[in-house]
């Protein structure tokens, strides 16, 4: 099989790279999609999904075989900081006025599954061991079978979609466009008997988030700053208890009568970069191009959105050197035009600040619906921050604190 052909081979199998492989080989071209993992298989994961992500879904057809496994829709959000509660329906894309949590394990499962119906090939527990380049430019992979035998596969254009520590990146040498720090390091574990729609809870350098997945159970997850990692981890148990019983109390109440049905889980490891988006033959999708702080839980919805684009800029240009790189060059540009604004989203909501200044902002909001509706629109993506906090809304907001009864 040594030298076998095909248009694509898409290194990763999960969400970005089941995607890519999905909407490459429905546009006629030959897809080998590989994996180290052995699928379906768990991972770390906030598993939300965005209303845009959904209706990514939708368009896709595959937003019924994801509500069919039994995930619930979540239809309403609360973000309470402080003493401050904003609550509104879950806003709509494209017709879909709900998000959802699924397990990684079923959600990567019905990715995988479309790609291979729409013709791509798939092959886990095979591990990339090098990109292989003619005249500087990618045109395969080295990687081992799950049998331990060595093959190489020749390819138009090498996918790496094989997250944020991507082999793909190391082996093409994709140098960091911007990186900065750690913020935040996260526990999780899941509960049943508390129910939840998605429920966030913020106080001075803390943050926890539940909403309701798979099989009657809710992930509850508790956010430190990355800078107390070493002493939270010492206890993490205990510490992921005291977040929840300090930052949402009434929630740590439905915790204490509730079951843990798993193991904790964390991790430090929440990088914050944009990598070089693509080169002579390859490109970088999902988290192996682009990271962020996971307390926006951005990173499925990410992954489907970068998909789409890339799919669309490749179109039928795949055999056609000039218009390929055009197409990746396209990608490049839209990816950091797009998630530009999310990233220094991200980076503000990992400052986990409770300042005195942004609870008067938020106690205003709170006070008129519109508002409400769009602070959520602006966290799921649909909307830029500049569209809520703006020259009108501060006006507003100064004539409101001038006329409150002092």
Not at 182 to 210: H, K, M, N, S
Not at 322 to 347: H, I
Not at 371 to 398: D, H, K, P, T, W
Request: with cysteine.
């Amino acid at each position: 099989m040594t030298g076998e052909r095909y248009d694509v081979v898409v290194v990763g199998a999960r969400c970005a790279g089941a995607s890519t492989a999905l909407l490459l080989a429905r546009r006629g071209y030959r897809v080998l999609l590989l994996d180290r993992a052995s699928l379906p298989s768990d991972t770390l994961s906030t598993h939300y999904i965005h209303p845009g992500g959904l209706a990514l879904l939708a368009r896709w057809g595959l937003l019924d075989a994801l509500m069919a496994t039994g995930c619930p829709p979540i239809r309403r959000i609360s973000h309470q900081v402080g003493d401050v509660r904003l609550e509104a329906v879950a806003p709509a894309v494209d017709g879909v006025g709900f998000s959802c949590a699924p397990r990684r394990q079923v959600l990567d499962a019905v990715l995988a599954d479309a790609a291979v119906a729409a013709g791509a090939e798939l092959r886990d527990g095979c591990e990339v061991l090098d990109v292989t380049f003619d005249r500087g430019r990618a045109t395969g992979v080295t990687y081992r079978t799950r049998a331990g035998a060595r093959d190489t596969v020749v390819a138009g254009l090498v996918v790496g979609a094989d997250g944020m520590r991507s082999t793909v990146a190391d082996l093409v040498g994709a140098p960091a466009e911007s990186e900065d720090a750690r913020l935040t390091c996260i526990y999780y574990t899941y509960w049943t008997g508390i129910g939840a729609d998605f429920e966030l809870y913020e106080q001075p350098r803390r943050l926890v988030g539940a909403m309701p997945t798979h099989g009657d159970q809710t992930l509850v997850c508790a956010y430190f700053p990355s800078a107390e990692f070493a002493q939270v981890r010492g206890r993490a148990w205990d510490s992921y208890l005291d977040n929840i019983r300090a930052t949402a109390p009434g929630l740590f109440e439905r915790v204490a009568a509730g079951t843990r049905t798993e193991r904790l889980r964390g991790t430090n490891d929440q990088r914050n970069f944009f990598r070089q988006a693509c080169g002579p033959g390859w490109v970088l999708v999902g988290d192996a191009g682009h990271h962020k702080d996971s307390i926006t839980a951005r990173g499925i919805t990410d992954a489907f959105e970068q998909a789409a684009m890339l799919a669309d800029c490749v179109a039928d240009g795949l055999h056609d050197a000039v218009r390929l790189r055009d197409g990746l060059r396209r990608f490049a540009e839209q990816r950091r035009a797009r998630f530009t604004p999310l990233y220094k989203m991200a980076r503000l909501a990992g400052s986990l600040d409770v300042s005195p200044y942004r609870l008067e902002v938020l106690r205003f909001l709170s006070t008129r619906p519109e508002l409400v509706e769009r602070y959520f629109a602006v966290g799921a993506g649909i909307i830029e921050s500049e569209q809520l906090f703006n020259r009108q809304l501060f006006a507003e907001m100064s004539a409101f604190r001038a006329g409150a009864p002092g």
